[in-house]
């Protein structure tokens, strides 16, 4: 008997043994470590900001828009700044069920984080605005939110000194108008990103970055547990409306796009970069803690004609629901220190 053919042969079927054992716990909720390798290229981070050609970046304007982010004297009572529902640290959210506006009354809708939206084709919940340019405006002029007519910022801001040749230094030959006061606040916000996390790590090709729960949850994202049918892509988000069955009057998409019935009720898919941070959650704070939010998947929503055809009652357990939990704290990224400007007088 070749005594070396048989350690040989005892070798090989070590081998193969290892890598039946390591598909099988793959494939144990369906995927096998090439489908995992190909998923995680899905999620890589953009390694570059997009800036429009219209409005395109530099320091300088970066830097004005951010001391506008954070100047009262853009709300007609001088009490509130855009930082008032978009703070840094909640995730450039608030933590309250909805935020309060220039009347001193709760908002109709949660604030939306201001994270990644370099990448986003529309905004607010509804999609009603197409450019962050214009986005900028909505918060501003709205009487229940700072309540400031572009022409009287435009007026306010033009009074100050130093803005006046800040502006002019931006903006040479156009100085303070409403249209670059929106211009370099869409530039600011533009460069706001969710910071590099345990998740991204990971996808760099550190296997250690985040748990084996994290993992089994990243696997039930992408499967079983359908979420990665709306929340796709390195920001999680496919940026379009859906009603997930939500308990609300509020009609979000339909009141802009009547013309579908999966319109009503439907609000912009949000992006799950440092979500822990962000509760409350949905268009309307409803839901406290990402438990609660699993739970409502799990049972499905309200059904009605408007409801998604992505959504339904999903079989999820309660370790499915934890590691699912586990993997979604992942996308909180290094925490940066927000240092505040020093507003001119």
């Known amino acids: ?3 070396g053919h048989m350690q040989r042969e005892t070798k090989i079927s070590r081998k193969l043994l290892g890598a039946t054992v390591a598909a099988c716990i793959w494939s144990a909720t369906g995927a096998v470590a090439g489908e995992i390798e190909t998923l995680k290229a899905k999620y890589k981070r953009p390694d570059s900001i997009p800036f429009p050609a219209s409005n395109p970046y530099s320091l300088e304007k970066m830097a004005l828009g951010k001391a506008l982010f954070f100047e009262p004297r853009l709300s007609a009572a001088q009490n509130m700044n855009c930082a008032s529902c978009h703070n840094p640290s909640f995730g450039w959210e608030v933590p309250v069920k909805t935020a309060v506006g220039s009347l001193n ?3 109709t809708r949660q604030a939306p984080t201001i994270l990644n939206m370099a990448w986003l084709p529309t905004f607010f919940w509804d999609g009603r ?3 962050l340019e ?3 405006k909505g918060p501003i002029e709205s009487p229940v939110e700072m309540n400031l007519p572009l022409p009287e910022a435009k007026q306010r801001l033009s009074t100050i000194p130093h803005y006046k040749t800040w502006f002019e230094i931006v903006f040479p030959g156009e100085g303070v108008t409403e249209e670059t006061i929106v211009k370099a606040l869409a530039t600011y916000q533009r460069t706001v ?3 590099y996390a345990p998740f991204d790590k990971w996808i760099d090709g550190d296997d250690t970055a985040i748990s084996q729960a994290a993992k089994r949850g990243f696997e039930l994202f992408n499967s079983k547990a359908r979420c990665s049918a709306c929340h796709s892509g390195w920001n999680f ?4 409306f859906h009603d997930i069955g939500i308990s609300t009057g509020d009609r979000g998409r339909a009141e802009h796009d009547p013309s579908t019935v999966t319109a009503e009720y439907a609000f912009k898919t949000p992006g799950l970069r440092e979500i822990e941070l962000r509760a409350p959650y949905m268009h309307n704070g409803e839901l406290a803690t990402l438990e609660d939010v699993m739970m409502h998947y799990v049972a499905g929503g309200i059904d009605r004609p408007s409801r998604s055809p992505l959504m339904g009652p999903v079989e999820l357990n309660a370790t499915e629901i934890a590691d699912l939990i586990a993997f979604m704290k992942t996308l909180t990224g290094a925490q940066q220190t927000v240092a505040l400007p020093i507003l001119p007088h």
């Open 193 to 195: 990103v969710g910071g």
């Open 105 to 107: 009354t709760h908002l």
């Open 134 to 136: 214009d986005q900028a």
């Open 129 to 131: 605005a197409a450019t």
């Open 237 to 240: 988000t496919d940026n379009k």
């Open 1 to 3: 008997m070749d005594i």
